[in-house]
């Protein structure tokens, strides 16, 4: 019975010493984050610079079986761009066998005449040789060209195969005229009036840009303010700092982001074969030298309002991170060391549940030691206090920041003070906890090879009323100058649909 009572005691000591010993490797890991320089845009540059010299933007809209009502909150939010009208496309790019969406689009258009529609066929269709043919001349479109999926012309039926087709059919036609830069939101994104000037200024030091994200529903469930605190602390926090003077592999955040489309094409364009495209072709940028610049003024998007949906949409995001990080790390000839820095970016997702079980025992070491009652060694106790320094602290800065940029979406304080009491550290930390079944789902489904169907996340038009206050609000057009005809830039047909 004794010894049955010592081992249970080694088994405890030893369970806490090697949950501390993560732990502080984890906050090791933060600390590197948070040291790494950010490489921020100015989009104020652009406003000194002729209307002439801004760069062409195509922005892709991918969406599958959207409210018409959500869709049109974006589209009033694209309608307040200050940037020349002459200098840009918005194309929605629904699937051809999408009828209601493709029907909500084009009663949207008589409403939004810059919009215009590509409809995206089955890849059996020939309009589809204009991928396959770029995509043979490219070395860079590994998928293509090796394993077992080389030469696979059946493209699973997601977002990315909407944006490769619209892509490169536009590419085919607009790049013997003129390079251009490829934007592409979710259905639910609201760019800020200056997101296209934030690419004007920044693709003039940068190769790649991408903007931050926030939730206007921060308030709208429990789940949302839980599922937008996650962006809180990634994109809104440790995200920037990916950036790091080129010196760190980084991602994209599949939304807001800015690549010229000579540099896309000459890279192979999107991977079609990963349950989400946005952690490797930002890799596969940085691997062939291409910096990120990171703008500040957040896309405003709507987190699910359920945990089920929750849960829904981030083992998708899990199963694409592992298959990000495992076999396409080598096929793009990223070398060894900057393979350990890429996992380095899945590790504070990994190690979430760490902080719910390591600070309570941390509490718990630190109270027994204070009341005689220790059993663990004196290292033990320092590291545990170490520990409970560093949450402190790291957790003070990141409700600091919470604060300031919860403003952009609650002007209000008391709202703001409700938003941080609902994500209180306690609170946190149980949903860090509930984070281990997206991350075992997203596990499975990364051995399984599932997840390459688009399973979308549900979208109510949270931010209808945000977006249409902000309206009352609108600055200044950089440029009063007429549209010019789209025709005139690109053989896109201006304000009616493009049928392929």
């Not at 590197?32 to 104020?44: C, G, I, L, S």
């Not at 002459?86 to 009663?107: C, E, G, M, Q, W």
């Not at 060391?337 to 997702?349: D, E, H, S, V």
Request: net charge positive; with cysteine.
């Amino acid at each position: 019975m004794e010894i049955g009572a010592h081992t249970l005691s080694l088994l405890v000591v030893g369970a806490f010493c090697a949950v501390q010993i993560a732990y502080a490797l984890s906050q090791a890991v933060d600390l590197y984050f948070f040291t790494r320089p950010v490489n921020w845009v100015d989009p104020n540059e652009a406003r000194s610079l002729p209307a002439d010299d801004y760069p062409y933007i195509v922005l892709f809209y991918p969406v599958l079986r959207e409210l018409e009502s959500t869709m049109r909150t974006t589209f009033l939010s694209l309608g307040q761009l200050d940037y020349p009208k002459h200098k840009y496309s918005v194309v929605a790019i629904p699937n051809a066998d999408d009828a209601f969406t493709v029907r909500s689009l084009r009663r949207l258009q008589k409403e939004f005449p810059f919009l215009q529609i590509i409809e995206v066929p089955p890849t059996s269709h020939k309009s589809w040789l204009v991928v396959w043919k770029a995509w043979d001349r490219c070395q860079k479109a590994y998928w293509w060209h090796k394993g077992k999926l080389a030469q696979n012309r059946n493209l699973p039926p997601k977002k990315t195969r909407q944006l490769i087709y619209a892509f490169y059919q536009i590419a085919d036609r607009v790049m013997t005229h003129q390079d251009f830069l490829v934007n592409y939101i979710d259905a639910d994104s609201c760019p800020p009036s200056d997101h296209f000037l934030a690419a004007a200024a920044g693709m003039r030091h940068y190769d790649v840009l991408q903007a931050q994200n926030i939730a206007g529903n921060l308030n709208s469930s429990w789940a949302a303010s839980w599922h937008a605190f996650d962006h809180m602390a990634w994109d809104g926090s440790k995200y920037p700092h990916l950036s790091a003077n080129g010196k760190h592999p980084y991602w994209v955040l599949g939304k807001g982001l800015f690549f010229r489309a000579s540099d896309l094409i000459s890279l192979g364009g999107f991977h079609p074969w990963l349950t989400i495209e946005d952690p490797e072709v930002g890799m596969r940028f940085w691997t062939n030298g291409k910096r990120l610049g990171v703008i500040e003024n957040p896309l405003i998007e709507e987190v699910p309002l359920t945990f089920a949906h929750g849960i829904t949409q981030r083992k998708r995001w899990v199963a694409g991170f592992f298959q990000s990080l495992t076999y396409p790390l080598k096929a793009m000839g990223m070398p060894w060391p900057a393979r350990f820095k890429a996992w380095l970016n899945f590790l504070p997702c990994l190690s979430l549940s760490l902080n719910s079980v390591g600070i309570p025992l941390g509490i718990w070491a630190s109270w027994a030691a204070w009341t005689g009652h220790n059993l663990l060694p004196d290292w033990a106790i320092v590291l545990s206090l170490a520990n409970l320094a560093a949450f402190g602290l790291s957790m003070s800065a990141l409700y600091v920041r919470t604060w300031r940029r919860s403003a952009l979406v609650l002007p209000r304080h008391k709202d703001r003070l409700r938003y941080l009491f609902r994500v209180n550290p306690v609170f946190i930390m149980a949903w860090w906890l509930v984070w281990l079944i997206p991350l075992w789902i997203g596990f499975r489904m990364f051995l399984l090879n599932e997840g390459l169907v688009w399973e979308r996340t549900e979208k109510t038009d949270a931010n209808h009323d945000l977006v249409r206050v902000a309206r009352g609000k609108r600055p200044s057009p950089v440029t009063k100058a007429a549209p010019a005809k789209i025709a005139t830039i690109s053989p896109l047909q201006s304000g009616a649909e493009k049928s392929l």
